[in-house]
């Protein structure tokens, strides 16, 4: 377990810093921000690190070899973009020790303007590698993690987005009836997975999002970029995401991307992609993603343009909301 001062009884712990960074020209998008794919791997590897300062052990699952571990749910909020040169830090600590996972919180913070820049919730299930089922964690290791707990800040949850509702999702068959489809089929490639072949939790949106977009759509780089009748122009901003592994994708599965607006509101839609095992028909992952409509010239939010909110109307699918 971890070492060091713990909290009084009934108290909950401090966020530690976990990582420190300084954000890249190189990971700027289109949309004149940080891209959201670089939010993620700060997250990532904060979570790794909170992993390894918890202190917990082979041992305490009476497993000889070391540790591996997956992502099941994982939660993001957006709070402020930022650009070239911002300082970050990531503060986090666990949520809760559940039976069947660890949850994590971290916090991204602008600390020369004291600014929230993106919350994370993850939630961490450990496991042996080379073994099909997840290791449940025990009463006793539990108990021994207690004084480790952080409390969620009413900033850091989500606004629109359950962390813990199951997954709503039409079958494979639906979908593709449906014309829901995404992106064309892709195989999981090798390289974008562990040494087990499983796909790694970074690259779990490029299966959502990436990929060869349905004919007659052409590829386009980057996000979307719309132009507004004043002459100025719109792009998506994510507020919130949610993705839930039903199923861990590996190499060499033909998966496909499907995806729906189930909900419209006057500067935001809320929209559900959902990746399918396509020899199978099982339903690997579900995301859900708030946008929110963006005027890029003013770095403001707007309604969304009545002719966009007339075309995304037309497809609204409320059932699957």
């Known amino acids: 377990m971890s070492s060091g001062q713990a909290p009084a009884e009934g108290e909950l712990a401090s966020l530690r810093v976990l990582h420190e960074s300084v ?64 300082p970050l830090v990531v503060r986090g600590g666990m949520l809760e020790a559940r039976e ?15 600014e929230l820049a993106a919350t994370f919730v993850h939630d961490v299930r450990l496991r042996v590698p080379g073994q099909p089922d997840p290791l449940r964690n025990s009463a006793e290791l539990r108990d021994s993690l207690a004084h480790e707990r952080v409390a969620l800040p009413l900033e850091g949850g989500p606004r629109t987005i359950d962390l813990d509702r199951p997954p709503v999702a039409p079958t494979f068959a639906e979908a593709k009836e449906a014309g829901l489809a995404f992106r064309l089929p892709r195989e999981i490639e090798a390289e974008y997975c562990d040494a087990e072949g499983r796909l790694s939790a970074e690259m779990r949106p490029f299966y959502m999002w990436g990929g060869r977009p349905i004919p007659p759509a052409k590829a386009a780089d980057g996000p979307q970029i719309i132009d507004l009748p004043d002459g100025g122009k719109m792009g998506w901003a994510s507020m919130e995401t949610r993705s839930v592994m039903l199923e861990q994708p590996t190499a060499g599965m033909r998966t496909q991307s499907f995806a729906a607006t189930v909900e419209i509101a006057r500067k935001t839609n809320l929209r559900r992609y959902w990746i399918f095992d396509i020899n199978t028909g099982r339903l690997l992952l579900a995301n859900e993603v708030v946008e929110l409509a963006l005027h890029l010239g003013q770095r403001r939010a707007i309604d969304i343009p009545e002719d966009i909110r007339s075309e995304m109307t037309e497809n609204l699918r409320e059932d699957l909301r």
Do not use: C, I
């Open 100 to 114: 069947d996972a660890l949850r994590f919180y971290h916090e991204l913070r602008n600390p020369e303007r004291d």
């Open 23 to 86: 954000v890249r020209a190189e990971e700027v998008d289109a949309l004149g921000h940080m891209n959201v794919r670089f939010y993620g791997e700060r997250a990532f590897a904060s979570t790794e690190r909170l992993l390894s300062e918890l202190g917990v052990k082979p041992a305490d699952f009476g497993a000889t070899q070391a540790l591996g571990y997956e992502l099941p749910r994982l939660f993001t909020r957006y709070h402020r973009e930022q650009h070239t040169g911002s």
